[in-house]
């Protein structure tokens, strides 16, 4: 069984950083695109920043320039490096990976989240 675990939320003062990471664990064959979302109180989960198994990445226009999305595939982690945070980046974060595990085709996996809350 797969499972995603996220670490390094918490409450950070507008204009601070924060770094997230996320690990795989499991049955793992191979990891392709791996990617960060979020979903603020009210409002839809969205798309935050994805990368590859390859490094290509992408990356939502309101984070454009303050976050860097990186990964170490030998550890099957995926981090979201967070800078220049304003209060309207306060929300759950979720991991998302596609995951090819052992006796099963590849899918999406989800982790539990973790709650980042920038201060004013």
């Known amino acids: 069984q797969v499972q995603l675990v996220e670490s390094g939320g918490g409450l950070v003062q507008a204009g601070g950083s924060l770094r997230l990471s996320c690990a795989a664990s499991?049955?793992?064959?191979?990891?392709?695109?791996m990617g960060w979302y979020r979903q603020a109180p009210g409002k839809q989960r969205e798309l935050v920043a994805v990368?590859?198994?390859?490094?290509?990445?992408n990356y939502a226009d309101s984070v454009k320039g303050r976050f860097t999305i990186s990964r170490d595939n030998a550890k099957n982690t995926v981090y979201l490096q967070m800078n220049s945070l304003k209060p309207e980046d306060t929300a759950v974060y979720y991991c998302?990976?596609?995951?090819?595990?052992?006796?099963?085709?590849?899918?999406?996996?989800w982790g539990k989240g973790t709650l980042v809350t920038v201060s004013s």
């Open positions: 998302n990976a596609d995951i090819w595990a052992i006796a099963t085709m590849p899918m999406d996996y």
């Open positions: 990368i590859t198994k390859g490094g290509s990445t």
């Open positions: 499991g049955s793992i064959v191979s990891i392709n695109a």
